[in-house]
């Protein structure tokens, strides 16, 4: 059942609209805006959250920050049990490189102005509603996805954490106390009891809800995604005085790796296998020099887990012959392997209802993105909520999601949080 409060709710889509071109703003990408580059820990980040900081404290939100910059800020009204299991709404604000403008900042800008509108419409919250602002969710920087949902659900421990390194060979916890955030790593998991609920409202980052003309999305399962590093060594030399049939060119037999790579996720029986050749450092990386060593990256997912790492297996093996033939040695790493995640019922029942009271269409979906809510899906009763993008299109700076769209998003989360807060 809708609160009574909730007839008066109003979104104010103009100023979260303008809100997120601010937010653009924060980003090294040589384009201009739209296109966005917003790594994690940079001056461009570290500004982006200190901009933040301000809005939260401008709507009344008490702001914890934790040892890896994961921020929670906190709306506990007059009346609100503030030891109760929390209500929790967020995402990420860091961007890949030549990146759009959508990805992950609906769900933090969002969740803040669902609270606003939660506070206009007088709704009284019976337990605290975070928002909440995920630490790298993108792999950019450390190669690894969700670092800090990770760390908060207590799947990366802290040594490991500490650990991870990026291209500069500076560990995460030499460039996060650089960036001013200290304190123990392990204090950067979550209690059992931290949230009753947690909901994250993104972009959709595929093409069905615009084709079908919908206005939201309610996942009720999340891709489980993979990331393996192959490092293939053959044998350097002069481009011009190695004979083709004495040749162990690294480079050669990577791009071999790479064919077959597709051909096995193409030819896997699920549809939505799908795997992702994205980085390539070549070494000596010399116009006249035959490349001696070559690491690339493999982004490896599907709904089925069991699916993705019977393909994984067929890939590792079928790497290794191509470089037994070619004379050259290949070793693989598997940075992550994760499992799927199934999204709460009752929470995606409440994601419907609140969308129904809203007037707005909408139908469930998986998300074939992984998002923080896989994590914390893993801890705590979790749904995520999908508007339209155009296209479908994500990782671009053509990114684009309505306004009518984004309207509807956070009225949705709005009467969700309100739900899940009023009891
Ligand atoms: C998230 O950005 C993903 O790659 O799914
Ligand atoms: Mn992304
Ligand atoms: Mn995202």
Request: overall charge negative; proline content about 6%; glycine content about 10%.
């Amino acid at each position: 059942m809708m609160m009574d409060a909730m007839k008066n709710l109003y979104i104010d889509t103009g100023r979260l609209v303008a809100e997120l071109h601010e937010l653009a703003a924060f980003s090294s990408c040589p384009e201009p805006t739209p296109a966005v580059t917003r790594v994690v820990y940079s001056d461009e980040d570290r500004a982006a959250r200190q901009w933040f900081d301000g809005l939260f404290r401008d709507a009344g939100l008490s702001v914890r920050v934790d040892p890896i910059g994961n921020t929670f800020a906190r709306w506990c009204p007059d009346g609100c049990d503030a030891d109760a299991p929390a209500v929790g709404s967020g995402s990420h604000i860091d961007a890949i490189p030549h990146a759009g403008m959508y990805d992950g900042t609906v769900g933090v800008l969002g969740a803040l102005e669902a609270v606003r509108a939660l506070q206009r419409a007088g709704h009284r919250a019976k337990r605290p509603i975070d928002v909440v602002l995920f630490t790298s969710e993108e792999p950019t920087r450390f190669g690894l996805g969700c670092t800090g949902s990770r760390a908060m659900a207590g799947q990366l421990p802290a040594d490991r954490l500490a650990l991870l390194t990026d291209d500069a060979g500076d560990s995460l916890d030499a460039v996060r106390r650089r960036a001013g955030y200290d304190g123990d790593l392990a204090g950067v998991r979550l209690s059992d009891d931290a949230y009753a609920a947690f909901v994250e409202l993104h972009i959709e980052q595929g093409p069905k809800l615009e084709e079908e003309g919908l206005d939201l999305g309610r996942v009720f399962a999340i891709a489980a995604p993979s990331t393996i590093n192959f490092v293939v060594t053959g044998q350097g030399g002069h481009a011009g005085a190695v004979l083709m049939p004495d040749r162990h060119d690294a480079l050669c037999a990577a791009a071999e790796m790479i064919h077959a790579i597709e051909q096995l996720c193409r030819s896997s029986p699920s549809p939505d296998c799908v795997a992702t050749v994205g980085t390539m450092d070549i070494h000596p990386h010399a116009v006249n020099s035959i490349p001696s060593r070559v690491a690339f990256s493999l982004d490896l997912r599907d709904i089925d887990g069991v699916n993705r790492d019977g393909v994984c297996e067929a890939i590792v093996g079928e790497n290794q012959r191509i470089a037994a033939r070619r004379h050259v040695q290949v070793e693989h790493s598997v940075l992550n392997a994760d499992p799927p995640a199934d999204c709460d019922g009752p929470i995606v029942e409440a994601l419907a209802e609140a969308a129904d009271a809203g007037g707005y269409t909408h139908r469930g979906m998986v998300s074939r993105a992984y998002h923080d809510s896989l994590f914390m899906a893993s801890r705590f009763p979790t749904a995520m909520l999908f508007i339209p993008c155009r296209g479908g299109v994500s990782h671009r700076p053509d990114e684009f999601a309505e306004p009518r769209h984004l309207e509807a998003g956070v009225a949705t989360l709005a009467r969700t949080l309100a739900t899940l807060s009023g009891s």
